[in-house]
């Protein structure tokens, strides 16, 4: 009933591509997007129909900043208890990553959801925990019910949440890349539905397609834009029905409202995009680890924080350069010594590239 | 990260909150499904630890059905 497989389908999507004889360039801005492309060969069966398809900001590890990560690790290394998801502690800092930190003697823990990071603040109340929560409006909602749940007095959190809609907008206002159309994610889609793509084709008049993460879903979405651009259409279409409604997770939707404000926040490879970042609203300051841990925090104040030197992981998130294309790829960044958070991360380009072929 | 897995929906235990969803693989996991809807018997998909979204069960058995018929259709034109 999940999988969708059938041969005869993506014949018939391919040769209708090709007879199509198009030359278009569309952006995706999901990490399971690049894995379905690349892991069954899509990305090269599509170039040869005239469909490039680019990754653009879509995995929450590698988004998440130098400073961010700098922010995690001076709270490790002061004595605090900080967890976070497998990949991000695998992120090099400036002189470390987590993984490291907690290699000489920090407290630093891997976990699967927040609330593993709830329990274990209830079993050490006389630690302070704090949750390194990143991710897109797929994992947010998570967050912000453990907040509004009131979590234990010694948690909380560094909020690395961001929203996909503002970023999108950032990438068509930056000009950078002529973006043809946008494969959307299927999962950050099941929480806020339609409406805030439409606001952007409206705007921009660009082609978007919601999309679910079976070869067939990628394969037929494309298909989808295509034939909008053919018909000179800008609209939101919606190729992941089974799980994407167009009003999208109204629970999660008021939650996410009732505890996070939109802010401006800097991305890995972007400016600061206006009203991206999601930040913990002053009624919930006691679960901020910022204002908590403010003078803690303080040290890294006017401080910058350079991409690692040679990585262009800024440039392969804003889909301008391709992780092949990077002279450090493969040589002196794999995944067992990556450089940058984009060989680290099972949803960054740089590490599935590596894991699928090879240079 | 924004992986998410579906799974079908074993018990439910209302006061936590919580369900034990069976991913059809022989493993089971607790999932918190205080942001959706559902009913035993139902399938979920799951993300770090929470359930995000209920699967249409219809939609899914009728994708490739729809998907044939749009391409159909456009092959016509
Ligand atoms: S290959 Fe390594 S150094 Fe190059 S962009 Fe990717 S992560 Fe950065």
Known sequence: MFELRDKTVADEILSQLKAAKVKLRFMHVCGTHQETLVRHGLDTVLK??????????????????????????????RGYTVASFGDMLQVPGKDASLAQVKAQGSDVRMVYSIEDVVNLAKQHPQKQ?????????????????????????????????????????????????????FIEPGHVSTIIGLKPYQLISRQYHVPQVVAGFEP???????WMLVQQVQQGKA????????????????????????????????????????????????????????????????VLAGESFPEPQGCLCGAVLRGVCASQECPLFGCQCTPQTPLGPCMVSREGSCRIEFQYQKK | MCLAIPGKVVTIDAKTGHAQVDYGDGTSRTVNVS???????????????????????????????????????????
């Open chain 1, 129 to 181: 925990v704090v949750f390194l929560a990143v991710g897109f409006e797929t994992t947010a909602p998570s967050t912000a019910a453990v907040i509004e749940n009131g979590p234990p007095e010694n948690f909380s959190i560094l909020s690395c949440h961001r929203m996909i809609p503002p970023a999108l907008q950032a990438i068509l206002r930056a000009g950078e890349l002529r973006i043809d159309g």
């Open chain 1, 235 to 298: 609209a939101v279409e919606n190729e992941y029905a089974r799980a994407v409604n167009a009003e999208g997770n109204v629970k999660a939707q008021r939650v996410m409202r009732q505890v996070f404000a939109a802010g401006d926040v800097a991305w890995r490879g972007f400016p600061v995009i206006p009203k991206s970042g999601m930040f913990l609203k002053p009624q919930y300051a006691a679960f901020d680890a910022r204002k908590r841990f403010a003078d803690d925090l303080s």
């Open chain 1, 48 to 77: 040869k129909c005239g469909v490039t398809v680019s990754q653009g900001p879509g995995c929450p590890v590698c988004v998440t900043t130098a400073r961010e990560i700098e922010e995690a690790i001076a709270l490790a290394r």
């Open chain 2, 35 to 77: 942001l959706v809807d559902v009913k035993v018997g139902e399938y979920v998909l799951v993300h770090a630890g929470f359930a995000i979204q209920v699967v249409d069960r219809k939609e899914a058995e009728e994708t490739i059905a729809l998907f044939k018929e749009m391409l159909e259709m456009a092959g016509e034109a």
């Open chain 1, 216 to 222: 067939l879903d990628v394969l037929m979405s494309v």
